[in-house]
């Protein structure tokens, strides 16, 4: 499980923000403030409205092996863009666990993606065992693209890659409102 944000996470996001410049040390800011609540059924997008996206591109496992998006097709997906240093990404990180636990075996899958080192996610994963599908954005390539510009910064996609959903900061995502949408999703 991912840790809960503490204080002692405090001096290793003050570390992380002297490379991530001004856009990291306003999203840590938020660290401060409380996650949102639960999504609410207006923020997710009805069929016919929906957002196709372009996430093509070569993303790496912990082990270096290539993986594109569309090795995922026929799922909704959550893709979650998050850091090792981001203290709001370690909060919903829980979240996003239940999450991914409650729909296991269903077509549902979340990928957490970040352009931190190999090293440096191995490392926090070997710390903090994860069910999520972690990956690396080498050179942050398709955050770039999506104009990611804080972080977490969460997407939602229906089983056609489009966008039904997102979520910039923190989020509890294993509310009943957000298990809900899923579910209608999967029915679809």
């Avoid at 003050?14 to 490379?19: D, F, P």
């Avoid at 979650?80 to 709001?88: H, I, L």
């Avoid at 269903?106 to 993606?113: G, K, Q, T």
């Avoid at 056609?160 to 899923?182: C, K, M, N, T």
Wanted: proline share 7%.
């Amino acid at each position: 499980m991912f840790p809960r944000p503490t204080s002692s996470l405090v001096p290793r996001i003050a570390v992380g923000l002297r490379w991530a410049g001004l856009v990291g040390a306003l999203s840590a800011l938020l660290v401060v403030a409380p996650m949102s609540g639960p999504a609410s059924a207006q923020d997710w997008l009805p069929e016919g409205e929906r957002i196709p996206l372009d996430l093509s591109g070569e993303l790496l496992t912990l082990d270096g092996n290539p993986v594109y998006i569309s090795d995922y097709d026929d799922d909704v997906l959550i893709v979650n863009f998050w850091a090792t240093w981001c203290g709001p990404c370690l909060a919903e990180m829980p979240s996003l666990e239940a999450l991914q636990k409650q729909f296991e075996g269903r077509s549902v899958r979340i990928l957490a993606i970040t352009d931190e080192s190999f090293e440096t996610v191995r490392s926090f994963t070997a710390r903090y065992p994860s069910r999520l599908t972690i990956l690396i954005d080498k050179g942050g390539r398709l955050s770039q693209r999506l104009r990611i510009w804080s972080i977490p910064w969460t997407l939602v996609l229906d089983s056609h890659r489009r966008l039904i959903h997102f979520q910039v900061g923190a989020q509890r995502w294993d509310s009943p409102e957000v298990v809900r949408q899923l579910k209608e999703q999967l029915s679809e």
